[in-house]
């Protein structure tokens, strides 16, 4: 069962990139990873999700190398109202492998003016 | 991406009393659909899965009995809290999977107030 470690928080000055690190030492074969974002009160929002190498969209992009052991979200000149909580999940999706995960603590980024 | 409506987003109730809370996925069929809750500046912990057309499957110190879960259609999943207690004040979330997308998207999430 994949578990899944992140900073606690994390601090960023407005316009800066941010790149939250999440480390998964037991992801299984299948297993894709999901980044999602979460503002007081409301559900995750997807942000990215990828397998291997790297991953871009319009919003944020994910690193993942070789053995797959951690994932790396890029998150392009911040501002204040990406402050948010920030969790990186994985699981084997086609399955629905996602019961089988837990979500950890999350990184808060805090965005600084 | 796809759109998870949860309803309703805030509800309080009298102590006794059951609250039903609907998951509903409004662009794709979801045989697979999941309830969590969490606590204030705490994470997600997952209750329970709920299949379409089977009993759903509790995680562990989960009471099936006081949430009963309810997923009759590859569109809705129910979750009833029943004869709620103060204690039982939470935010509640779903999540449904997209097995056509690959993703797995949540509802905005309902806000219980056990008095």
């Known amino acids: 069962l994949a578990k899944t470690t992140q900073p606690i928080s994390m601090d960023s000055y407005e316009g800066q990139e941010v790149n939250i690190t999440c480390s998964h030492n037991?992801?299984?074969?299948?297993?894709?990873i999901t980044w999602y974002q979460q503002f007081p009160s409301q559900g995750p929002r997807f942000i990215i999700q990828?397998?291997?190498t790297k991953v871009t969209n319009e919003v944020a992009s994910l690193f993942i190398p070789a053995d797959r052991k951690s994932s790396t979200l890029s998150l392009p000149r911040v501002s204040l109202s990406d402050t948010a909580v920030y969790y990186c999940?994985?699981?084997?999706?086609?399955?629905?492998?996602?019961?089988?995960?837990?979500f950890g603590t999350g990184t808060k980024l805090q965005v600084i003016p | 991406g796809a759109v998870v409506s949860q309803h309703p987003s805030r509800v309080i109730c009298k102590s006794g009393t059951s609250v039903k809370i609907e998951c509903r996925s409004l662009d794709f069929q979801a045989t697979t659909m999941f309830w969590y809750r969490q606590f204030p500046k705490q994470s997600l912990m997952l209750m329970a899965t709920s299949n379409e057309g089977s009993k759903a499957t509790y995680e562990q110190g989960v009471e099936k009995d006081k949430f009963l879960i309810n997923h009759a259609s590859l569109t809705l999943s129910t979750l009833t809290v029943t004869s709620a207690h103060p204690e039982d004040s939470s935010f509640y979330i779903c999540s449904a999977l997209d097995r056509v997308d690959e993703k797995l998207f949540f509802g905005s999430g309902t806000q219980l107030s056990v008095l």
């Open positions: 999940l994985v699981g084997d999706i086609p399955s629905g492998g996602y019961q089988k995960v837990t």
């Open positions: 037991n992801i299984a074969t299948n297993d894709y």
């Open positions: 990828g397998y291997k």
